[in-house]
């Protein structure tokens, strides 16, 4: 039962335009959704956030938007750049239960 | 400034050893938790804990089993490690739904 679904398992980009990673939920009581960040050998780290009562959050070249009636978010990078080839994981919190879910992940490849 | 450090990157076991993963946070979190990475399957949760000597079954307990003796360290075992549990191993410490990650570590059992 995958509560947070990632299905692109990888995503080639140029350099300069944007890339939008998609991730589906099926569970419509998660308060928060997340996008982190992943580089081989290294811990995932935090890119940006959205509460479930938001539409849009934006932060620099990163945006999160949230479509409740359609139980789906999306992360836009614009513009790309190579720095930001790496695995993106979608993410979902519910207070109630205190703890992440986590979808599969999309690599993303920034091509010079 | 490291906050979430796990003992080792690398590590190489054989098939039937006990296995001990640590990990140590300095963000006096309450709650701790153990995921591993495996290719198309992302992160899946294997245990967690909200407080000292407390112990919670993620979704894939199975074969491993966890200790939380200090509220800083929370450790992961594997009682008779086997090859299907090869795989990248991350602990993370959270206030709410802001999770810190360790850098992993990459058990390999042969």
């Known amino acids: 039962d995958q509560q947070v679904k990632q299905n692109s398992p990888s995503l080639s980009v140029q350099e300069g335009r944007i890339s939008i990673l998609n991730c589906d939920y099926t569970?419509?009581?998660?308060?928060?959704f997340l996008w982190y960040k992943k580089y081989p050998a290294e811990g995932p780290t935090f890119l940006i956030s959205?509460?479930?009562?938001?539409d849009k959050n934006e932060d620099g070249r990163f945006t999160v938007f949230l479509n409740k009636s359609a139980k789906h978010l999306s992360l836009h990078i614009v513009p790309s750049q190579p720095g930001d080839s790496a695995v993106y994981f979608c993410?979902?919190?519910?207070?109630?239960?205190?703890?992440?879910?986590f979808g599969q992940g999309t690599r993303l490849t920034i091509n010079p | 400034d490291v906050k979430v450090t796990q003992s080792s990157r690398y590590l190489v076991k054989r098939t039937g050893e006990k296995v001990f993963l640590e990990c140590v946070q300095d963000?006096?979190?309450?709650?701790m938790f153990w995921y591993r990475q495996d290719p198309g399957l992302g992160l899946r949760l294997i245990y967690f804990?909200?407080?000292?000597?407390?112990?919670e079954k993620g979704d894939i307990p199975e074969g491993y089993s966890v200790s939380r003796e200090k509220k800083e360290r929370f450790s992961l075992i594997l009682e008779s490690a086997s090859t299907n549990q090869t795989s990248m191993y991350l602990c993370?410490?959270?206030?709410?739904?802001?999770?810190?990650f360790g850098s992993g570590t990459r058990l390999t059992v042969v």
């Open positions: 993370a410490s959270s206030l709410g739904y802001g999770y810190t």
């Open positions: 569970n419509s009581m998660f308060d928060y």
């Open positions: 959205i509460s479930s009562i938001k």
């Open positions: 993410a979902a919190f519910s207070q109630g239960a205190q703890k992440l879910v």
């Open positions: 963000m006096d979190h309450e709650n």
């Open positions: 804990s909200y407080d000292v000597k407390m112990k």
